[in-house]
């Protein structure tokens, strides 16, 4: 057996195995005598047949199998000389398997790069205040009012957080948007909706609640609407400069509800320092979460940052279609149209595969660290992932259980997920944290 490897790139080998024919031979007579013991054949027991009408009777059985173990064969004799850290095989050619001759598997494959860790035992972190102020447990409590609010007709001018009843039909150089989008007669004509006045969360029209204080009921408007340059929702008016005529059929005031034994009731406390109480609770705990995440967020962009090396291209390549997949998915939930994705394929393409590639990037540094940390996969890290995940997608933990024992490519990403995990939870604990006030 003769091994030639050729070096693609840093990651990449392209390996040329040369079995000579005794090789060959042997793999052919194994297969053979494998296939002869189970072989049931009219007039002998089985697996009593001469060995020779075996090879005839199952010839087509013998040749695929035999193909196959010559493979196997070099790829495995290969890896003992070589002694590659294996990805990926990317791809695996051979040349005509006959016995009594020589036998040519050419195999490439993606190794793992090699690279030197910096020094990861005390990465700096900032982290903001997680006591919680006065007027954030305020606005919080404010915010569980206005859920519960009560909107009573007002006979006066819109004001900020009203909401009004209104008609709008919008033209775009004097042309009307329903013959612009007829696919998307919401942003042409609408003889009744509702529009919060001033609101954090816009409605359909971007910019239209912005423009309706001091409106009453009974009063006509001609508005004008500048839609974003990437307006994803209606691509055929992305950029443009639209008119809306709009007439007030109501105006409604938010009456927020009391702080009283049915509110307090209602959020499951007793009075109001039990609900301040509660709401500081939550906070401090939010804040917790976001300053977990963002010491996780910091320290893999450090480790990015600190070390530089080639990235297997079958891993950046697999690592693409997930985040494609992922972004596509959450804008068909939003309404983008299939459409747009064909007409920003090129740049979804372009950012997906940066994303992907620092992603790989991290993912072997932590797999590094782990290894020389020996961190490990616990069978409660496993349930606690099937539990988490179950809730996520509502399956029943015990289906999702068998699924991934039926699937060992699935459970081993799974695993993989599992081990990132804790490198980086290994790494939050282990680094320095600056208290940092948020900006204004």
Known sequence: MNVQINHVSATRKSLVVTLDPSEVDAEHKAVVGEIGKMARIPGFRAGKAPLAMVAKRFSKEIAEEFKQKVVAKAYRSAME???LDVLN?????????????VAIVTITLDVRPEFELPDYGNLETEVAPTDPTDAEIENI?????????DFKAADRPAQKGDYVKLAYEGTIDGKAITDLAPDKQLYGKVPQTWE???????????G????????KTGDKKDVSISFPAEFAAVPALAGKAAVYAVEIHEVRERVLPELNTEFFKAQQVDDLAGLQAQVRNNLKMQKDYENRSAQ??????????????????SLVEAETQGVLRQFIEEQMRRGVPQEQFEKDKKELFEGARKAATSRVKVQLILAKIAEKE???????????????????????????????GADREQLRSVQQTIIFDKAVDYLVSKAKVKTVA???
Do not use: C, H, W
């Open 374 to 404: 020996k961190v490990e996969i616990s069978n409660d890290d496993l349930n606690n992932f099937i539990y988490r995940e179950a809730m996520r997608s509502g399956q029943k933990p015990d289906k999702l259980a068998k699924a991934l």
């Open 208 to 215: 239209l609640g912005l423009q309706l204080s001091g409106l």
């Open 141 to 149: 409590i404010q915010g569980l009012r206005s859920e519960r609010a």
């Open 196 to 206: 919060e006045v001033e609101g954090a969360n816009e409605g359909v029209i971007p």
């Open 296 to 313: 996780r967020r910091q320290i893999t962009e450090q480790l990015s940052a600190k070390v530089d090396f080639a990235v297997p291209d």
């Open 89 to 101: 095989v990317v791809n695996v050619e051979d040349g005509p398997i006959a016995t009594g001759s």
């Open 438 to 440: 948020p900006s204004a």
């Open 81 to 83: 000389k070589e002694k």
